[in-house]
């Protein structure tokens, strides 16, 4: 690992908590909490972390969080990638949650949240880590159900800084959600959706100017459309990149073949992001060498990325200055 890479100051903007369940932390789970698994031990838990595209992944993931009960193991949970992110250091972290895969197996939202957030309040406490926590919708759920979640998390808006809409991309367009999210908007979060990763580049535009979100989560499908990036440059929106979920998902063949550096160049406001760490294949540093290792990015490039990071994040300008 480079020292210029081990000793950057990072930020994550694309981070699912669930998505750091490490298959130790599964098996222990399941024992806590007499839980019988598919797999026999963790080599066969890992042996399925082979994924052909996005649903394939998705499938194991939500299987995987099923050992997640109580307000104590979304504490561990949290904690656990916060230690991981803090020695990458990472120094100011906004993670997605994704309620309805918890609340539609009967645990209560308040476990959820209140055990992310006690985390990520000891993280601020003990080490300064700043933090924001994004609820993001499945978007091979219904609309309705989504209002439900937003009615339903009214007891923890003070906890919550967004909203986020992920899962399976295909056939689940921002348009099918336009009005959840106008709802939100009123409500005074902040907005973000999943586009471009598995779906087309026309799924951001709409994220854009239907949704009307102010970032981008992947959205690598920017470079198949030359007008769009020259939009996204333009106006600086910010797109959470992800490069070894890119690779492991085959949203890319190599990691030569990322655009992340193309997007770079063109003007974007790219960032740097680990996505599902525990299935993907590293944290936050490996994803910097990986673009390092794969696909050239000098120590000036990935500074960038990183600063590219704090432009992107919802601290203030006096809470950046301090990272920079
Ligand atoms: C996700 Cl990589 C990815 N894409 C879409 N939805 C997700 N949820 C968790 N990881
Ligand atoms: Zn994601």
Same mark, same amino acid.
Request: aromatic share 8%.
């Given at each position: 690992?480079s020292t210029f890479?081990?000793e950057l100051?990072?930020?994550?903007l694309h981070?699912?908590?669930?998505?750091?369940?490490?298959?130790?932390?599964?098996f222990?789970?399941?024992?806590?909490?007499?839980?019988?698994l598919?797999?026999?031990?963790?080599s066969?838990?890992k042996?399925?972390?082979?994924?052909?595209?996005?649903?394939?992944?998705?499938?194991v993931y939500y299987?995987?969080?099923?050992?997640?009960l109580?307000?104590?193991?979304?504490?561990?949970?949290?904690?656990?990638?916060?230690?991981?992110?803090?020695?990458?250091r990472?120094?100011?972290?906004?993670i997605?949650?994704?309620p309805?895969a918890?609340?539609?197996r009967?645990v209560?939202?308040a476990?959820?949240?209140?055990g992310?957030?006690?985390?990520?309040?000891q993280?601020r406490?003990?080490?300064?880590?700043?933090?924001?926590?994004?609820?993001?919708?499945?978007?091979?759920l219904?609309e309705?159900?989504?209002?439900?979640t937003?009615h339903?998390?009214?007891p923890?808006?003070?906890?919550?800084?967004?909203?986020g809409?992920?899962?399976?991309?295909?056939?689940?367009?921002?348009?099918?959600?336009s009005?959840?999210?106008a709802?939100?908007?009123?409500?005074?979060y902040?907005?973000v #959706?999943h586009?471009g990763e598995? $779906?087309?580049?026309?799924?951001?535009?709409?994220? @854009?100017?239907?949704?009307? !979100? +102010?970032?981008?989560?992947?959205?690598?499908?920017?470079?198949?459309?030359?007008?769009?990036?020259?939009?996204?440059a333009q106006?600086?929106?910010?797109?959470?990149v992800?490069?070894?979920s890119n690779?492991k998902?085959?949203?890319?063949k190599?990691?030569a073949?990322?655009p992340?550096?193309?997007l770079?160049h063109?003007?974007?406001?790219v960032?740097v992001?680990?996505?599902?760490?525990a299935?993907?294949?590293?944290?936050?540093?490996?994803?910097?060498? #990986?673009?390092?290792?794969?696909? $050239?990015?000098?120590?000036?490039?990935?500074?960038q @990325?990183?600063?590219?990071? !704090? +432009?992107?994040?919802?601290?203030?300008p006096?809470?950046?200055?301090?990272?920079?």
């Amino acid at each position: 690992m480079s020292t210029f890479i081990s000793e950057l100051p990072k930020v994550e903007l694309h981070l699912h908590i669930e998505g750091t369940l490490e298959p130790e932390m599964v098996f222990a789970l399941a024992r806590r909490n007499g839980i019988t698994l598919d797999y026999q031990d963790e080599s066969a838990l890992k042996a399925a972390y082979q994924f052909a595209d996005l649903q394939s992944f998705l499938d194991v993931y939500y299987q995987g969080m099923q050992v997640l009960l109580t307000e104590q193991d979304f504490f561990d949970l949290t904690w656990a990638y916060l230690v991981r992110a803090y020695a990458d250091r990472v120094r100011h972290v906004e993670i997605f949650f994704d309620p309805q895969a918890h609340t539609g197996r009967g645990v209560p939202l308040a476990a959820v949240v209140s055990g992310i957030h006690r985390a990520l309040e000891q993280a601020r406490q003990q080490w300064g880590l700043t933090s924001r926590l994004i609820m993001s919708f499945l978007r091979h759920l219904s609309e309705a159900e989504a209002f439900e979640t937003l009615h339903h998390a009214e007891p923890f808006r003070q906890q919550l800084s967004g909203i986020g809409l992920d899962s399976a991309e295909k056939g689940n367009p921002p348009t099918k959600f336009s009005q959840v999210y106008a709802a939100a908007r009123e409500q005074g979060y902040r907005l973000v #959706a999943h586009a471009g990763e598995e $779906g087309p580049a026309g799924y951001i535009r709409d994220a @854009l100017d239907i949704l009307q !979100v +102010e970032r981008i989560d992947h959205g690598v499908a920017a470079i198949t459309d030359p007008p769009l990036m020259a939009r996204l440059a333009q106006e600086r929106i910010p797109l959470t990149v992800c490069p070894l979920s890119n690779l492991k998902l085959n949203v890319i063949k190599s990691m030569a073949e990322h655009p992340m550096l193309q997007l770079l160049h063109a003007g974007l406001c790219v960032t740097v992001n680990s996505d599902d760490p525990a299935y993907f294949g590293g944290y936050m540093n490996a994803n910097f060498e #990986a673009l390092q290792q794969g696909l $050239g990015a000098s120590n000036e490039e990935l500074l960038q @990325l990183a600063l590219n990071g !704090v +432009e992107a994040c919802w601290l203030s300008p006096e809470e950046k200055a301090v990272l920079t």
